[in-house]
């Protein structure tokens, strides 16, 4: 069966620190990878999203980055933390589109997510 | 752009009664995904129920059904017999079905207190 790791599971970190969040999924090949943030009390917004291994796409400009540096992982980063990228993230995964078919095609899975707190 | 939008910030049910959760959406596509999400005060976001959008008979699970209307992109969900670990929050989520297409959209979201 699949699974999705993410870690670390809580992060405090000053501002301006840099930020490495990781994520990998078990027991599947060449996912859909994607990054979700939700702020306090507010909904899923989504930062990034990976059809395969170097392809990145940004939602929306920001102080973070991603990447993709082998099949199943994926990891979020930012060099110089902000204030306002303290938030609950999390990491998702979906079966590849050519790969899908059934009654679970097409559901995304999320990770336990990353609580990042910026001081 | 497609969008999602869940209309009730907050709701209460007593503890065996009926719920239902609105959600719509906005949309130029015929084929697509909707999903419902429960995240529980653990944060682990759990599936729910899934509806294909080419079906017209309204998914089911177990205590969980929805009431889709395509006409008028609106995809509610209904908790029957409500049980305490139904508290948590609920989001309403959508996704082309269109080939290339990949992005999930969600609703901002329904905080659901169930009563003892």
């Known amino acids: 069966s699949q699974t999705i790791h993410q870690w670390p599971a809580t992060l405090v970190q000053p501002v301006g620190s840099p930020l490495s969040l990781e994520c990998t999924v078990e027991?599947?090949?060449?996912?859909?990878l994607y990054w979700y943030r939700q702020a306090a009390g507010r909904g899923l917004q989504l930062l990034f999203y990976?059809?395969?291994?170097?392809?990145i796409s940004s939602e929306v400009p920001q102080n973070l980055s991603a990447s993709r540096p082998q099949d199943r992982q994926f990891i979020l980063s930012s060099k110089k933390l902000l204030l306002s990228d303290s938030g609950f993230y999390l990491c998702?995964?979906?079966?590849?589109?050519?790969?899908?078919?059934?009654?679970?095609?097409?559901?995304?899975?999320f990770g336990a997510g990353s609580r990042l707190t910026v001081l | 752009a497609q969008t999602v939008t869940q209309s009730q910030p907050e709701m209460s049910v007593q503890e065996a009664e009926t719920v239902t959760l609105s959600c719509t959406y906005d949309?130029?596509?015929?084929?697509?995904?909707l999903f419902w999400y429960k995240q529980p005060p653990s944060r682990q976001m759990i599936l729910v129920i899934r509806?294909?959008?080419?079906?017209?008979q309204n998914a089911t699970e177990n205590r969980f059904s929805v009431n889709f209307q395509k006409a008028a992109k609106s995809f509610s969900l209904k908790i029957s017999d409500s049980q305490l670990g139904d508290a948590a929050m609920y989001f309403c989520?959508?996704?082309?079905?269109?080939?290339?297409?990949?992005?999930?959209?969600f609703g901002t979201g329904t905080r659901l207190k169930v009563l003892a």
């Open positions: 998702a995964w979906s079966v590849h589109r050519r790969l899908a078919g059934g009654s679970g095609a097409n559901v995304l899975t």
């Open positions: 027991g599947t090949s060449n996912p859909n």
């Open positions: 990976s059809v395969g291994i170097g392809q």
């Open positions: 949309t130029s596509e015929s084929d697509y995904y």
């Open positions: 509806q294909e959008a080419y079906k017209q």
């Open positions: 989520a959508y996704r082309r079905a269109t080939s290339g297409t990949y992005k999930y959209i």
